[in-house]
């Protein structure tokens, strides 16, 4: 075997175990959170509770 063939192998194997450690991580990796859209953005719909609400009746200060 020539020194230009066993580069040529050598090369290939690391790209091939790197191919199959990068496949691996990205199968078994951390779940990706999902990126907020504009529906995710929604301003709160307040509705004040009884006691939050002021009168505003005769005698009011």
Same mark, same amino acid.
């Given at each position: 075997?020539?020194? !230009?063939?066993?580069?040529? #192998?050598?090369?290939? #194997?690391v790209a091939a175990v790197f191919a ?10 951390? #779940? ?5 859209? $504009? &529906? &995710?953005?929604?301003p709160a719909t307040h509705q004040p509770?009884?006691?939050? @609400? @002021? &009168?505003?009746?005769? !005698?009011? $200060?």
């Amino acid at each position: 075997m020539n020194t !230009g063939l066993r580069i040529a #192998a050598f090369v290939a #194997a690391v790209a091939a175990v790197f191919a199959v450690a990068f496949g691996v991580g990205r199968v078994a990796g951390p #779940a990706r959170e999902p990126t907020p859209g $504009p &529906s &995710s953005h929604q301003p709160a719909t307040h509705q004040p509770s009884v006691h939050q @609400e @002021e &009168s505003h009746g005769e !005698g009011a $200060p």
